[in-house]
């Protein structure tokens, strides 16, 4: 038994989801409630005792064992939710390196230092320095109350006056350097952050982790400036306004992306708080793994300027620029409509009227916002609508190049049905047959050759010969050992993966580009999992006899299958135990409407899941054996 085996075996699931879902009810064999992590009315989330397992059968649609429910009550990464359960439990884990102590207690050191850093900034927009500050901070329509709830302050226009006042807390410079609050020149260090107003940022737990800047100077440039990438602060993984949006994201089932630190504070100070932004930049899959832990309803708020715009549609080549740069990729339309497709999310857009921005309109009208995030269009209509906008439907050539542009997204949808609506969408716009849009999609789609069918696999099984990894373990070999696999591979979800080593196994992949440079820190169950996972491969499974064109669709194919593994795994029991506690109703004699609904129900989802499944093989004929 592994410790995080020991961990699971030590708690009691009911127990622990009881001190956070007080509502939790024993029905049955099983305990149920309302949801804690989306709003409902009819209670849909299950507590297995007997398999250490909960469940939500409703909007999220989700479940796990107790450490990925304290995760995600808490708002933890794994490692987190691991120590945490542990402590509870009375295990103590492996202990932490001398090399991991430095690192907590250098963690800890920039923090405080941000702190102080923002009592330092607050202190000066009420002071003589920041006058014009505050009075910007007015005009823009911020309050007194606001302006303090936020911290918003102000960086005097000096060049060591923050350094001056944080060396005489007896902060280091290496602090000041490492936290980004202050640069190297010529004479010293001196302050990064001058004669702007400055927005605190802190992370969904509420640590200070960086800061944004306002240039007050007409002249001065740029107009935002971020703290660079620290220990702390990644503006690739950070979503401003998380610590307060997150918890009414939960209540609302519902966030609202926007790009910059004035929409957020506007809207929240007219009374819509599911807000977050991303601070100006495409979002990132980092930013969409993030929201998924409130909720898988995402609306994206752009401005009229740029919500049609030639960037916006085009994106950011994912591979290229995070290969090359070392940047967390950007989702592109494409890479939004498969996160929203594989997870099951519900990712909508908004344009706002021309010359509004969030900030301007929710100011002056609220209301109109509200009545706009209510009309949120599909990522996949909104892009339809912007390419038609710019499409002269009289030219042929126009409409072919408006079906170029569309086919990547159309051809991201797996689900079948929607996939058709889109194919005749787009069939109807460019005055063509559905044929002829449909050679578009599966252009270049050849079959792989490289991987056998399952009927191969199952004879060279039958004679004797090595037999196929896992599904988990047939995933995690093309992440580990195919670079091609890494843009499809991190919009997955932690969740893909039931099996907990497999799933830190995952986590540690998606952190480290390069697992080799960072063994020390793994566990030694991952450590080991990760040897097994490279030396798997086989004639029957070789990852890298497969053909890189066919690596990403490989990865979307089996993570898939594994959820509809999972879910028909998880619905079996919960429709058993409904429909024994409906036969037992009807022994005695009463009658159970809501039971029967319940069952019903279920039975539904069984079927749509098994139709689901079977029409994966026609995915499994074409390469990966079935998982």
């Given at each position: 038994?592994?410790?995080?085996?020991?961990?699971?075996?030590?708690?009691?699931?009911?127990?622990?989801?009881?001190?956070?879902?007080?509502?939790?009810?024993?029905?049955?064999?099983?305990?149920?409630?309302?949801?804690?992590?989306?709003?409902?009315?009819?209670?849909?989330?299950?507590?297995?005792?007997?398999?250490?397992?909960?469940?939500?059968?409703?909007?999220?649609?989700?479940?796990?064992?107790?450490?990925?429910?304290?995760?995600?009550?808490?708002?933890?990464?794994?490692?987190?939710?691991?120590?945490?359960?542990?402590?509870?439990?009375?295990?103590?884990?492996?202990?932490?390196?001398?090399?991991?102590?430095?690192?907590?207690?250098?963690?800890?050191?920039?923090?405080?230092?941000?702190?102080?850093?923002?009592?330092?900034?607050?202190?000066?927009?009420?002071?003589?320095?920041?006058?014009?500050?505050?009075?910007?901070?007015?005009?823009?329509?911020?309050?007194?109350?606001?302006?303090?709830?936020?911290?918003?302050?102000?960086?005097?226009?000096?060049?060591?006056?923050?350094?001056?006042?944080?060396?005489?807390?007896?902060?280091?410079?290496?602090?000041?350097?490492?936290?980004?609050?202050?640069?190297?020149?010529?004479?010293?260090?001196?302050?990064?952050?001058?004669?702007?107003?400055?927005?605190?940022?802190?992370?969904?737990?509420?640590?200070?982790?960086?800061?944004?800047?306002?240039?007050?100077?007409?002249?001065?440039?740029?107009?935002?400036?971020?703290?660079?990438?620290?220990?702390?602060?990644?503006?690739?993984?950070?979503?401003?306004?998380?610590?307060?949006?997150?918890?009414?994201?939960?209540?609302?089932?519902?966030?609202?992306?926007?790009?910059?630190?004035?929409?957020?504070?506007?809207?929240?100070?007219?009374?819509?708080?599911?807000?977050?932004?991303?601070?100006?930049?495409?979002?990132?899959?980092?930013?969409?793994?993030?929201?998924?832990?409130?909720?898988?309803?995402?609306?994206?708020?752009?401005?009229?300027?740029?919500?049609?715009?030639?960037?916006?549609?085009?994106?950011?080549?994912?591979?290229?620029?995070?290969?090359?740069?070392?940047?967390?990729?950007?989702?592109?339309?494409?890479?939004?409509?498969?996160?929203?497709?594989?997870?099951?999310?519900?990712?909508?857009?908004?344009?706002?009227?021309?010359?509004?921005?969030?900030?301007?309109?929710?100011?002056?009208?609220?209301?109109?916002?509200?009545?706009?995030?209510?009309?949120?269009?599909?990522?996949?209509?909104?892009?339809?609508?912007?390419?038609?906008?710019?499409?002269?439907?009289?030219?042929?050539?126009?409409?072919?190049r408006a079906l170029e542009a569309l086919a990547p997204t159309v051809a991201a949808v797996t689900d079948p049905v929607v996939r058709?609506?889109?194919?005749?969408?787009?069939?109807?716009?460019?005055?063509?047959?559905?044929?002829?849009?449909?050679?578009?999609?599966?252009?270049?789609?050849?079959?792989?050759?490289?991987?056998?069918?399952?009927?191969?696999?199952?004879?060279?099984?039958?004679?004797?010969?090595?037999?196929?990894?896992?599904?988990?373990?047939q995933l995690l070999q093309l992440l580990v050992l195919r670079s091609e696999a890494r843009p499809a591979g991190r919009i997955l979800?932690?969740?893909?993966?039931?099996?907990?080593?497999?799933?830190?196994?995952?986590?540690?992949?998606?952190?480290?580009?390069?697992?080799?440079?960072?063994?020390?820190?793994?566990?030694?169950?991952?450590?080991?999992?990760?040897?097994?996972?490279?030396?798997?491969?086989?004639?029957?499974?070789?990852?890298?006899?497969?053909?890189?064109?066919?690596?990403?669709?490989?990865?979307?194919?089996?993570?898939?299958?594994?959820?509809?593994?999972?879910?028909?795994?998880?619905?079996?029991?919960?429709?058993?135990?409904?429909?024994?506690?409906?036969?037992?109703?009807?022994?005695?004699?009463?009658?159970?409407?809501?039971?029967?609904?319940?069952?019903?129900?279920?039975?539904?989802?069984?079927?749509?899941?098994?139709?689901?499944?079977?029409?994966?093989?026609?995915?499994?004929?074409?390469?990966?054996?079935?998982?």
């Amino acid at each position: 038994m592994t410790t995080i085996d020991q961990v699971k075996d030590q708690l009691d699931l009911v127990e622990v989801v009881r001190g956070y879902v007080p509502a939790l009810k024993k029905s049955g064999r099983t305990w149920k409630s309302p949801c804690p992590f989306h709003s409902e009315r009819t209670p849909s989330f299950v507590v297995d005792p007997d398999r250490g397992t909960w469940h939500c059968f409703g909007a999220c649609a989700t479940g796990g064992d107790v450490i990925e429910f304290v995760r995600r009550i808490e708002h933890l990464d794994f490692r987190e939710a691991l120590q945490r359960c542990a402590e509870r439990a009375g295990i103590e884990l492996r202990p932490p390196s001398a090399r991991e102590v430095r690192e907590r207690e250098a963690h800890e050191r920039l923090l405080r230092a941000n702190e102080a850093a923002a009592v330092y900034f607050q202190a000066a927009i009420h002071g003589p320095s920041g006058a014009a500050a505050l009075t910007y901070a007015k005009k823009r329509g911020l309050d007194a109350a606001t302006v303090q709830a936020w911290q918003i302050g102000y960086a005097p226009d000096e060049w060591h006056g923050l350094v001056e006042h944080l060396r005489a807390r007896g902060f280091t410079d290496a602090d000041l350097r490492d936290a980004g609050l202050a640069i190297d020149g010529d004479r010293g260090l001196y302050d990064r952050f001058r004669d702007r107003l400055i927005f605190p940022t802190r992370d969904g737990r509420g640590r200070l982790i960086g800061f944004g800047a306002r240039a007050l100077a007409a002249d001065q440039d740029p107009k935002y400036l971020n703290t660079p990438q620290t220990p702390l602060f990644d503006k690739s993984g950070t979503l401003y306004g998380l610590d307060r949006a997150g918890e009414e994201a939960r209540r609302a089932d519902r966030m609202v992306v926007v790009e910059g630190y004035m929409d957020v504070i506007a809207c929240h100070q007219a009374g819509i708080r599911n807000v977050v932004a991303s601070m100006g930049t495409s979002i990132t899959d980092r930013q969409m793994t993030l929201l998924q832990r409130y909720t898988h309803n995402v609306v994206l708020m752009l401005d009229a300027d740029n919500a049609g715009s030639e960037a916006t549609l085009r994106g950011v080549e994912v591979a290229a620029g995070a290969a090359e740069h070392g940047l967390a990729p950007t989702v592109d339309w494409r890479g939004l409509v498969s996160y929203q497709d594989v997870l099951k999310a519900d990712i909508r857009v908004i344009a706002l009227p021309d010359g509004e921005d969030p900030d301007s309109l929710v100011r002056s009208d609220p209301d109109r916002v509200r009545a706009l995030l209510g009309a949120a269009k599909p990522v996949a209509d909104h892009l339809f609508d912007a390419v038609s906008a710019t499409t002269d439907f009289a030219d042929p050539r126009a409409r072919s190049r408006a079906l170029e542009a569309l086919a990547p997204t159309v051809a991201a949808v797996t689900d079948p049905v929607v996939r058709a609506h889109y194919v005749q969408k787009m069939a109807r716009m460019a005055q063509v047959d559905e044929r002829t849009v449909l050679a578009l999609l599966n252009r270049g789609r050849a079959r792989p050759a490289a991987v056998p069918s399952p009927r191969d696999v199952a004879q060279a099984a039958a004679h004797g010969a090595s037999t196929t990894p896992d599904g988990e373990t047939q995933l995690l070999q093309l992440l580990v050992l195919r670079s091609e696999a890494r843009p499809a591979g991190r919009i997955l979800d932690p969740d893909t993966f039931e099996d907990t080593t497999n799933r830190l196994l995952f986590e540690a992949w998606r952190e480290f580009r390069e697992l080799d440079e960072h063994l020390d820190e793994l566990d030694d169950d991952v450590r080991a999992r990760l040897d097994a996972v490279r030396g798997l491969a086989n004639g029957i499974w070789d990852p890298d006899a497969i053909d890189a064109k066919f690596v990403e669709p490989r990865v979307s194919e089996i993570a898939e299958r594994l959820r509809l593994r999972r879910a028909q795994a998880r619905l079996l029991p919960a429709a058993v135990a409904v429909a024994t506690d409906l036969a037992a109703s009807r022994r005695s004699g009463s009658s159970d409407d809501g039971l029967v609904a319940e069952f019903d129900e279920l039975h539904q989802r069984q079927r749509a899941l098994s139709r689901r499944a079977r029409g994966g093989a026609a995915v499994e004929s074409e390469g990966a054996p079935a998982v």
